[in-house]
């Protein structure tokens, strides 16, 4: 122990600090190895030697132990603050006797001699590895946050809340169009009203940021340096100082205009049609909902008007897909040229239209827009040099009266086309609760139809064909009845054409086929005089590609002889696509079954076109026949339609005789077979039995038949 009233004894006091120390007091020469003269006890833990190896270079010189890569570097800076007459600092690093590098800090101070000369150093070197080390992670962290900045593909920014930039890196310069951050930063110093399109976006981004701190996939519309608007989407904080107050924003920006773009592709997709780019039912629903709303504000009306083509179906079934889809721009294009502006037009599905009227004050309104709808539709349509004519059934509901959404609307207006398409065709109906009576009925007929064949309700009625030269029976029309439980018969014209549009045709003209020939051979197998029976064929089964197949299957399962069989297909749809079906017609021909041209006068025949088909009979439309006695006109045209039949070698077949002055004028006229009620209706085949029975009936004696139908 020291006694504390002793006299300070600095020199002891300096040797205990002098050799704990961390670290190495020196004193060297200013030599090429800088011998040292003296160094402190903390030399062997600096660098692993004891002092008395480094002193005098004993064992190692400073210089050896100096990293050869750093000597010239420690040299210069020591020469230099020496000539400077100045302290220096200089790290570098060094290889300890276990072979271990350390960076050291070396600070020191030059010493003169008595004669002046710089004689030595004198100085203190300490171990900063560890620092060192630190430092380097720190220059490396920032080298790796700098290098995320500049070449991250987000936007990298910090703006002050009144809308500067203080920071963004070259992908932001990018997605703005600005060719260097530093160009951007000088340009943008008004954020909201420079940047975005809507600047109420900026506003309500700055009010996120205070009141929660973050926006997240924040999506906005901007303008980049060019003028050109993009979609951005931003995800950033607010970065606040002590006292809680907002300094400044940071955060990123994504480019998503591709991604919107791609959007609004699909959602077009999912609300337009995609032949005619017309709004889809769904978009159609918004439109009437829409308007009902603004009608319920200004006291107007809105008008659902239903559109559907008369006979697509047949053109599509006929002619082909191509033809429809043209056929269905044309409509749309049509239509568009009706509206108004602010109506809308859409596509219901297959070739169903449906027009939303707005802003209306009365009916007459709609009448206008409906019968102009009407006399623009029905003019001619040209497709590939070929005319086609058109026409369309329009049903009318009306908002508010017919109903207060669009379901309602457009189930009325649905009603209201049907009822039109009964009566005639092109022409509009104006939705009544009527209809809706009609509607069920109609739905509920649908329904029993799609289960008549499996529950056997079909029946096959048959009507006398009679031989003008000889008055015998040698023929006969099958006739399809359908007898619904609690209905009664029920004629073909009121489901014939459900039964078309719903594709149940298909497999019921098979069964009357088949049924058809079998009753025939039956008939002949009964010793029966042999009569040839026809069986009308409708569009879409000729259309269908089994038929030919269909037709060889009917007559081999009822072994009957395909010469007792004769197809009546109509002359419109005969004429409608004349090439492909003379082709069809010669397949079936080939089974060796007759042809028959159904309603013949009625459908505008080519002549050139009659003389190639292979066809057995016209049959001479009932219409004119009826006023065959009293219309000069169809008296003409029923003469010509005979002439022209034997002129091509057919035979002419006269439907509809109801009267004793129809026969006679047309036997006097050369007519060869007639068919109608004069002679019989159609009646069961157990009624077509008995007459065959009777057999060759004459017309002569002929009484007027049993009516076996209401
Ligand atoms: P359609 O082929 O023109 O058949 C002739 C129609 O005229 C029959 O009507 C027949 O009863 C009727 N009729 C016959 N004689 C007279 C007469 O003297 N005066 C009058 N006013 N009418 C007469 P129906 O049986 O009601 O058939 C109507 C239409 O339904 C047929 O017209 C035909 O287009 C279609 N149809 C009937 N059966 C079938 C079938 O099995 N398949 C197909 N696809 N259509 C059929
Ligand atoms: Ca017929
Ligand atoms: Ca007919």
Redesign the pocket.
Known sequence: MTDPAAPLDVTRLLTTITDNLVGMIYRCRIDAIWTMEYVSEGCHKLTGYRPDELVFNNRVSYDQMTLPEDREHVSRTIRAALAANEAFDVEYRIRRADGKVRWVLERGVGLYDQYGHLAWIEGFIQDISERMAANEALHEAVRRYRSIFEHATEGIFQTTPEGRYLNANPALAHIYGHASPDELVAHLHDIQRQLYVLPERRAEFVRLMQAHGVVRNFESQVYRRDGHIIWISENARAVRDADGSVQFFEGTVVDITERKQHEAVLEHQASHDSLTGLPNRSLLRDRIEQAIVKAQRDNHLVAVVFVDLDHFKLINDSLGHHVGDRLLLEVADRLIACVRSHDSVARQGGDEFVLVLTELHEENEILAIVSRLLEVISQPWMDEGQEYGLSCSVGISCYPQDGGDPDALLRCADAAMYKAKESGRSTYHFYTPELNQAISERLELENSLRHALERDEFR??Y?PRIDVASGRIIGA????RWDCPGKGII???SF?SIAEETGL?IP??QW?LEEACRQNSAWQRAGLPPINVS????PI?FRHAGLVQAVASALAQAGLDPAFLEL?L?ESFVMHDAERINVAMKSLKTLGVDIAV??FGTGYSSLSYLKRFPVDRL?V??SFV?DIDSDPDDAAIVRAIITLGHALGLKVVA????TLAHLEFLRQHGCDEL????FS??IPALDMEALLCAGGTSQTDMNHPDDHEP
Do not use: C, F, M, W
């Not at 029309?477 to 399809?480: G, H, S, T, V």
């Open positions: 096959v009625y009507q029309e099958a006739l399809i004629p073909p014209d014939i045709i019921i003209g009357i069986v009308n064929l409708s089964q009546e109509t159904d309603d049959k439309d009932k009826r439907e509809g005789v109801e068919q109608g009620y004069y209706r159609p």
